[in-house]
């Protein structure tokens, strides 16, 4: 089946330090969507990215979209405890209409 | 703010039985869909519904069926229960067009567990 696939599974990181999670596709993805998912919350829409190359900030958060769609990342600067959470990203492979999780990169962040 | 609600946030039901697992969101969004997070799984989508009366197939179907009468509510259902249906099941809702384009907006989820 379609897969996305993200690493790292897990992070630890001491405040201050930067944090990157990665997904990869095999496929072009139409676009790709990130999530965060506080701990015992539910996910919560981060940003969309579609274009090729694209590139988005917000405030410490640096998403980016690769030059052939199949990749993204997502970058936090200098980390604090209020980052801790599972970050997902979500894709959508070949023409398909729905979106595919990876399976989250889980982030804690030690004071 | 939109609000996507799960009727229940834990659940216990035993193997057999049926299990109904309800979803209203109150912004008028066409698009909802159901999901289960497992650990180490990430999320899997079970359905989705574009409109009132329609329904697709996600990635795990088997085992579920699910019912869009009004648009406000969509529900999922475990025809008989068994114990590795117990997980998490999220609900989410998106505004309209193309279900890969909206972002989702999840419910609180509700943890079911199968005995």
């Known amino acids: 089946g379609q897969q996305v696939m993200q690493i790292p599974q897990y992070q630890h990181v001491q405040e201050g330090e930067d944090f990157t999670t990665y997904c990869n596709s095999s496929?072009?993805?139409?676009?790709i969507q990130w999530y965060k998912q506080r701990p015992g919350g539910h996910p919560v829409f981060l940003i969309q990215?579609?274009?090729?190359?694209e590139v988005k900030k917000q405030k410490r958060l640096t998403f980016q979209f690769g030059e052939a769609k199949k990749n993204s990342s997502l970058h936090i600067t200098a980390t604090q405890t209020t980052d801790v959470g599972t970050y997902f990203c979500?894709?959508?492979?070949?023409?398909?209409?729905?979106?595919?999780f990876g399976k989250g990169t889980k982030l804690t962040v030690n004071p | 703010d939109v609000k996507v609600t799960q009727s229940s946030r834990y659940l216990v039901k035993r193997t057999g039985e049926k299990v109904f697992l309800e979803c209203v969101q109150d912004?008028?969004?066409?698009?909802m869909f159901w999901y289960r997070q497992d650990p180490g799984l990430g999320l899997r989508l079970i359905y989705f519904?574009?409109?009132?009366?329609?329904?697709e197939k996600g990635d795990i179907p088997e085992g579920y069926s699910v019912s869009r009468e009004k648009k406000e509510r969509f529900s999922l259902i475990l025809e008989s229960a068994s114990t590795n249906q117990t997980s998490m099941y999220l609900c989410?809702?998106?505004?309209?067009?193309?279900?890969?384009?909206?972002?989702?907006?999840f419910g609180n989820g509700t943890r079911l567990t199968v005995t």
């Open positions: 912004m008028d969004h066409e698009n």
């Open positions: 979500a894709g959508a492979q070949g023409g398909s209409e729905k979106l595919v």
């Open positions: 519904s574009y409109d009132v009366k329609m329904k």
């Open positions: 990215l579609v274009k090729s190359g």
């Open positions: 496929t072009t993805l139409s676009n």
């Open positions: 989410a809702s998106s505004l309209v067009g193309s279900p890969i384009n909206s972002p989702l907006h």
